[in-house]
Antibody, heavy 126, light 111 residues
Framework: QLRLQESGPGLLKPSETLSLTCTVS??????????WGWVRQPPGKGLEWIAS???????YYNPSLNSRVTIFVDTSKNQFSLKLTSVTAADTAVYYC??????????????????WGQGTLVAVSS | QSMLTQPPSVSGAPGQRVTISCTGG?????????VHWYQQAPGTAPKLLIY???NRPSGVPDRFSGSKSGTSASLAITGLQAEDEADYYC???????????FGTGTKVTVL
C-alpha cells in the first residue's frame, strides 16, 4: 500500500523559508505514470495546489506562488521536497503531499491526486 | 481566486439524493480538461472520489457518480448516509493560469 508522509518544522517566523519533505513508501517515486505534488489548506479554507514534479525533474508550478516556490525530487531516497521562501502569516496552512496521476486523455499532463499524505500544519508567527 | 465555483453547502435527509455543481469556464471545464472530485472528512486528508469526470477509484461506493457538460461538472450522491457528511471539492486544469485549480468547496450536511 502506497504511503506518503510529510515532515518538516511546524512553526516559522515571517520572512523565513519553509522546507518540507515527503517520503514515499510502498511504491517507487520513479514511476513513469505519476507526478508528485504539494497542496495546502489554510485553516478553515479550501485547497490550493502549489507545485508538482516528475521523477526526471519536470515541474509544474502555481503561477501565484512561482517566484517563491521550488520543488525537487531525490529518487535515491524516494522523497520529494518543497521550499517556500519569504513566508508570511498567509502561508499558515496544512501542507499535504500527494501523488499526481498522469492523465490518459488528450491532455498529457498530470490529472488527479490519487494518494495523499496525512498533512502537516505549518504556522507562521512572530 | 478559484476558477471553479461550487455551492457553499447542500443538505439532505438520509436516503435522499443530493448533487453538487462545479461551474468553470472556457479555460478549464469547457476546454475539455477532466474534472476530479474529492471528499474531505473533518480533520483528515482529501480522498479521491471521482476521477476523469465519471470514474470511481476502487473502493468508492457506486452511490457516488460524476458527470460533465459544457462549462460545469456535477457530483451526485444517492442514498445519502451519515458518513457522507464532509467537504467536497472539484479539481481540474486551467489553461489561463497554466495550473491546477480546486473548486471553492461544498459542505454536505446529512439532516
Amino acid at each position: 500500500q502506497l504511503r506518503l508522509q510529510e515532515s518538516g518544522p511546524g512553526l516559522l517566523k515571517p520572512s523565513e523559508t519553509l522546507s518540507l519533505t515527503c517520503t514515499v513508501s510502498g511504491g517507487s517515486i520513479s514511476s513513469s505514470s505519476y507526478y508528485w505534488g504539494w497542496v495546502r489548506q489554510p485553516p478553515g479554507k479550501g485547497l490550493e495546489w502549489i507545485a508538482s514534479i516528475f521523477y526526471s525533474g519536470s515541474t509544474y508550478y502555481n503561477p501565484s506562488l512561482n517566484s517563491r516556490v521550488t520543488i525537487f525530487v531525490d529518487t535515491s531516497k524516494n522523497q520529494f521536497s518543497l521550499k517556500l521562501t519569504s513566508v508570511t502569516a498567509a502561508d499558515t496552512a496544512v501542507y499535504y503531499c500527494a501523488r499526481h496521476r498522469l492523465g490518459s486523455g488528450w491532455f498529457r499532463g498530470p490529472a488527479d491526486f490519487d494518494y495523499w499524505g496525512q498533512g502537516t500544519l505549518v504556522a507562521v508567527s512572530s | 481566486q478559484s476558477m471553479l465555483t461550487q455551492p457553499p453547502s447542500v443538505s439532505g435527509a438520509p436516503g435522499q439524493r443530493v448533487t453538487i455543481s462545479c461551474t468553470g469556464g472556457s479555460s478549464n471545464i469547457e476546454a475539455g480538461y477532466d474534472v476530479h472530485w474529492y471528499q474531505q472528512a473533518p480533520g483528515t486528508a482529501p480522498k479521491l472520489l471521482i476521477y476523469d469526470n465519471m470514474n470511481r477509484p476502487s473502493g468508492v461506493p457506486d452511490r457516488f457518480s460524476g458527470s460533465k457538460s459544457g462549462t460545469s461538472a456535477s457530483l451526485a450522491i444517492t442514498g445519502l448516509q451519515a458518513e457522507d457528511e464532509a467537504d467536497y471539492y472539484c479539481q481540474s486544469y486551467d489553461s489561463f493560469v497554466s495550473g491546477y485549480v480546486f473548486g471553492t468547496g461544498t459542505k454536505v450536511t446529512v439532516l
